[in-house]
């Protein structure tokens, strides 16, 4: 649906030329709920804005449906941005105008008759939750109502991608849970193709089906959640999903090894089964597992007695029950 195709986005500044996005090229399919994740500074919201081009790259090119944006005059460009609408951590709202007429405005935007905007909008209000709060403004409501207002509002237009840039950064923990939950239900009952930016692993666990991960500009590595989750590759990947603990990475006694599960059942007492089968003791060094529709992901850092017998009866239990599992390297900086 939408494809990156080695695009480059470079600004002028005081300083020189800017590169806030080099070469990237992405394909993201009709129905994914796609996410972009990297630290502050590492372009997202510049990437993002290149898909609908409130960006014009500097170089590559973006294809919406198989055109060109590039190709299509001012007038075009602005009538396919409606089928691409975008949300923003900020709300974006208009503090003079209550609910009704925030979703209402890019309807009267686009020339609809009042009586059919109004009752779309109370419609899409509904969607969201919001059918009772038609008539307050946008300082009468939670961080968490002007995020669905928002969404609202960027769903008038039928979009068939929505563009979220860090829309729950600014939320609390409960309130972006119910967004991000609201998201994917729109995503599942009216085909709205996503695409996430966040800097939060957690957000891209909650709802995305595929990842990228950017580095300064760059894809560090692409592809499904799940597989990124349990075996990032790139050093910023682990950074995002694994973040450093000082206390572990001071750890010098004793052998450790990082166990990865990709997939096994979440109600599984694997640390228990281990422990009593293999009649030894370990230590839980830290741990970062998801489950995700009733299976486990993550990985957890142990450290194995000093008993060799002890230690081999470990590895053979791992080897003979599939689990995945590395040697962490003495000195190694680890993640957990």
């Not at 969201?128 to 109502?145: C, E, I, N, T």
């Not at 009593?276 to 009733?294: F, H, K, R």
């Not at 992901?297 to 003979?320: C, K, V």
Request: net charge negative.
């Amino acid at each position: 649906m939408i494809e990156l195709i080695n695009v480059s986005k470079t600004f002028n500044t005081e300083d020189g030329e800017l590169e806030a996005v080099k070469d990237v090229s992405l394909h993201i399919h009709k129905g994914d709920i796609y996410g972009i994740i990297g630290l502050s500074g590492a372009g997202k919201s510049t990437l993002v804005r290149c898909m609908n081009f409130l960006e014009v790259p500097t170089g590559g090119d973006v294809k919406f449906q198989g055109v060109s944006l590039s190709s299509l005059s001012h007038k075009e460009l602005l009538l396919k941005r409606r089928s691409i609408s975008m949300i923003f951590q900020g709300f974006n709202l208009l503090s003079q105008r209550n609910v009704l007429k925030n979703v209402c405005y890019p309807l009267e935007i686009a020339g609809v008759p009042r009586a059919e905007a109004e009752k779309k909008a109370i419609s899409l209000l509904k969607v969201v939750g919001l059918q009772d709060r038609l008539k307050a403004y946008p300082a009468q409501l939670s961080g968490g109502q002007k995020q669905r207002v928002a969404i609202a509002r960027a769903l008038a237009t039928d979009p068939e991608v929505l563009l979220c840039d860090e829309a729950t950064s600014a939320l609390d923990p409960n309130t972006t849970r119910a967004i991000l939950d609201l998201l994917k239900e729109i995503n599942e009952t009216m085909g709205v193709t996503i695409v996430v930016i966040t800097h939060e692993m957690k957000v891209v666990e909650k709802i995305c089906n595929r990842v990228a991960v950017l580095d300064h500009g760059v894809v560090a590595e692409e592809g499904l959640v799940s597989d990124i989750f349990t075996g990032p590759k790139s050093d910023i990947a682990r950074e995002l999903i694994l973040p450093k603990s000082a206390a572990v990475s001071e750890l010098k006694k004793g052998k450790m090894i990082r166990v990865i599960f990709d997939g096994q059942e979440s109600d599984e007492p694997f640390i228990s089964n281990l422990s009593i089968q293999c009649s030894a003791a370990v230590c839980i060094m830290g741990a970062n597992t998801e489950d995700i529709g009733g299976k486990a992901y993550g990985q957890i850092l142990l450290r194995l007695p000093e008993d060799p017998a002890a230690e081999a009866r470990i590895m053979r239990y791992m080897t003979e029950h599939n689990t995945k599992y590395e040697i962490v390297e003495q000195g190694e900086e680890v993640n957990a």
